[in-house]
């Protein structure tokens, strides 16, 4: 398997809670960032629009196991790994480290499947598609 995606941030104040701990849905808003950044090294657009019809990646499934908890100034670190990559879907698999130790922390392991899928200009229906050839040859590369 390919060296995964790395997304690196510090936690903010409006990310946590009363006892300064990162919430557990923002998990799941930097997985998005580091596919975000996943796609954006391949020359990719996460979502596009053209003659009226919108291109993107809505999720279809979605799971987190904690494992320490993160808090305000703490630096994260989101590693993205394409794990399997379909005629229409790319599954991820993520691995969340809490940085400034010795070593890095393991605070968070998670997966997530997303659909490429575009919206139906004169209809307004969401309907998956097919994943270009030229992206699904990049995504496998990283899937090696």
Same mark, same amino acid.
């Given at each position: 398997?390919?060296?995964?995606?790395?997304?690196?941030?510090?936690?903010?104040?409006?990310?946590?809670?009363?006892?300064?701990?990162?919430?557990?849905?923002?998990?799941?808003?930097?997985?998005?960032?580091?596919?975000?950044?996943?796609?954006? *090294?391949?020359?990719?657009?996460?979502?596009?629009?053209?003659?009226?019809?919108? *291109?993107?990646?809505?999720?279809?499934?979605? *799971?987190?196991?904690?494992?320490?908890?993160?808090?305000?100034?703490?630096?994260?670190?989101?590693?993205?790994?394409?794990?399997?990559?379909?005629?229409?879907?790319?599954?991820?698999?993520?691995?969340?480290?809490?940085?400034?130790?010795?070593?890095?922390?393991?605070?968070?392991?998670?997966?997530?499947?997303?659909?490429?899928?575009?919206?139906?200009?004169?209809?307004?229906?969401?309907?998956?598609?097919?994943?270009?050839?030229?992206?699904?040859?990049?995504?496998?590369?990283?899937?090696?």
């Amino acid at each position: 398997m390919s060296s995964p995606i790395s997304y690196k941030k510090k936690v903010e104040f409006s990310e946590t809670d009363m006892a300064g701990i990162a919430h557990f849905t923002n998990f799941f808003r930097w997985m998005e960032a580091a596919e975000a950044e996943l796609f954006e *090294s391949l020359g990719a657009p996460l979502i596009e629009s053209s003659n009226g019809t919108t *291109s993107g990646w809505p999720r279809v499934r979605v *799971s987190a196991e904690f494992h320490a908890p993160v808090h305000f100034r703490d630096e994260i670190e989101v590693e993205l790994t394409v794990k399997q990559v379909k005629i229409r879907a790319v599954e991820y698999a993520f691995r969340i480290f809490r940085l400034g130790g010795h070593e890095p922390l393991h605070v968070a392991t998670a997966s997530m499947t997303t659909v490429f899928a575009r919206r139906n200009a004169e209809t307004g229906a969401i309907e998956s598609a097919e994943i270009s050839p030229a992206l699904t040859e990049a995504l496998e590369r990283l899937a090696k």
